[in-house]
């Protein structure tokens, strides 16, 4: 079952907004999970037509983040990002992206996406968001 | 039905030969003899009055509406392209190659590019002249890791998942430069990695300015000798340099290649473009193609002949004189519109040398008329050549009516 990820503003009343929009679209939704990373929503989604929901989401302005990239929360500082990148270094696991997804409140959420996504997971797990 | 080109053009109509398979015989249509429908011609004339409309109201895109290229309207009645490379010979006749040199080797010299040591060619748009840049430093670096700006333009992220080139995202400043902190420290530990970095001049939303003079300073101070240097410089390509004091951003500063719009502080009906890079790179990888029996140097094969001509009109109307008066211009009325968002109680602002004001996020009702870009709480004023005082003035009156109204 293939992940989506939404990074966003956080409301009241969004998971629903988001299981209308995709209900819309005639999209089920099989897992919903929501927590709240330092003033921003995190709403994790498994669902029966991957393609579909990311581009209805999309549509609707929802930044969504594939299951190919994992999400870690760290501090907003100079060098922050450095200091996990060097952690992929030290294991040897070949990175592909690094994105910067929301910056507030002295935090950083991040999307990183690697060669060995397992892998590179156990590695930052204290940084995981949504898992 | 096939429909071939007949050869030459009288009168600036282009005949077709339509040969009808089924019916077994061949007639000639011409434009004269073939027409549109009354209800597409009205379809085309409510068109044309949305867009007269629209453009009223344009105030948050950096793309200059003051031209007029009617001059060259008739050469739009003939297929021109400037297929391939535009300095190599070609077959095909029909093209505008010697005004395409001409201008690059203008825009060469603006940007200080070495005599007989650059190429380029008249691109699509800025995001073509990104694509060849990083396509090029890919190729001179395959092992290559990009950095860029968390304000880099979204079509960034877009070129480097197609070409597959991995990158790190580095943190901006509030006015929309890179953090040089967070990348030193991202380089140091990936410094074994020839790095490409991506130089903003001229962030999307705040018109924030990479400093290359810092690039060089940490590249140095860290001791890694192979890099590139790639600069977007969609909007202030053709601004900096007219500005007294602005920083270099150039050829001068050790860059290896850039990009620049035509359509945006020049001015086009077409997006348009301009790629320039030091020739030694280019030639280097125009071997490495080699193999597949091909030097076609451009990222796309046919190209669009009609922007040169728009281009080539423009720098010679214009002149560098010119283009000092417009920026210089711009430049007064950004102030204008700093202080007349201020006289309202507005935190409006401006990066140094920016024609782009940054304004807290408009009401919805003067988004629903108005043409303003927003991102997440802010929006922008682009102080383009045919925004005047009075449209200012208009847009302010509108903000106050609309925050008059939700009170």
Redo the contacts between chains.
């Keep these: 079952m293939k992940q989506i990820t939404i990074v966003t503003e956080s409301r009241r009343g969004l998971t629903a907004d988001i299981a209308g929009l995709l209900a819309e679209e005639g999209i089920n939704i099989e897992t919903l999970d929501a927590e709240e990373v330092e003033g921003a929503d995190v709403v994790t989604l498994t669902v029966d037509r991957y393609n579909r929901a990311l581009a209805a989401l999309r549509d609707g302005g929802y930044p969504a983040v594939t299951e190919d990239a994992m999400l870690v929360r760290i501090e907003d500082e100079p060098g922050a990002l450095a200091k996990v990148a060097v952690r992929f270094k030290e294991a040897d696991i070949p990175v592909r992206s690094i994105r910067i997804i929301r910056r507030r409140n002295g935090f950083g959420i991040v999307a990183i996406s690697t060669e060995r996504t397992e892998a590179a997971k156990e590695l930052v797990r204290d940084l995981l968001i949504a898992e | 039905m096939l429909v071939t080109p007949y050869p030459l053009a009288p009168r600036g109509v282009f005949h077709y030969i339509v040969i009808q398979v089924n019916d077994s015989f061949l007639t000639e249509a011409t434009s004269e003899t073939v027409s549109l429908a009354p209800a597409d011609r009205e379809r085309l004339d409510r068109f044309y009055e949305h867009v007269v409309a629209q453009a009223d109201t344009f105030v948050g895109y950096p793309c200059a509406g003051d031209f007029d290229y009617s001059e060259l309207h008739r050469f739009l009645a003939f297929p021109l392209n400037n297929v391939g490379d535009p300095f190599d010979q070609c077959t095909y006749h029909l093209h505008t190659r010697a005004f395409e040199q001409e201008v690059l080797t203008w825009f060469a010299e603006l940007m200080h590019a070495p005599d007989d040591e650059w190429w380029g060619y008249v691109t699509n748009g800025g995001t073509e002249g990104n694509l060849y840049g990083l396509y090029l430093a890919r190729e001179l670096y395959p092992e290559g ?1 990009v950095y860029y700006s ?1 304000d880099t333009h979204y079509s960034v ?1 877009k070129n ?1 998942r197609l070409l597959r080139m ?6 901006s400043r509030e006015n929309g430069e890179i ?1 040089y ?2 990348l ?3 380089l ?3 410094r074994d990695v020839p790095p490409i970095l991506f130089a903003n001049i001229g962030t999307t939303m705040k018109e924030g300015h990479d400093d290359i003079g810092r690039f060089q300073a940490i590249l140095r101070e860290l001791a890694i000798p192979a890099h590139y240097i790639h600069c977007d410089a969609a909007l202030c390509g053709m601004t900096l340099p007219f500005i007294p004091g602005a920083p270099v951003f150039d050829f001068r500063a050790g860059i290896d290649s850039l990009s620049i719009s035509g359509h945006k502080f020049i001015g086009s009906p077409i997006p348009c473009g301009v790629v320039l890079a030091r020739k030694a790179a280019v030639d280097r990888i125009a071997r490495s193609i080699e193999y597949v029996g091909t030097l076609d140097t451009t990222i796309t094969g046919s190209r669009n002949a009609i922007a040169p001509l728009y281009l080539w009109y423009a720098i010679r109307r214009w002149s560098r004189e010119g283009f000092i008066a417009r920026i210089t211009t711009c430049l007064e009325r950004a102030d204008y519109t700093v202080q007349s968002f201020r006289q309202i109680g507005i935190e409006a602002w401006r990066n140094p040398h920016a024609i782009t004001v940054v304004i807290p996020k408009p009401p919805t009702a003067v988004l629903e008329k108005w043409q303003i870009a927003v991102h997440e709480d802010c929006g922008h004023i682009l102080v383009m050549p045919h925004i005047t005082r009075a449209k200012i003035d208009e847009l302010v009156a509108d903000i106050v009516a609309a925050r008059k109204e939700a009170a």
């Design positions: 890791m968390q992220s480097l991995p990158h790190i995202m580095i943190r953090d902190e967070d030193r420290e991202t140091r530990i990936h």
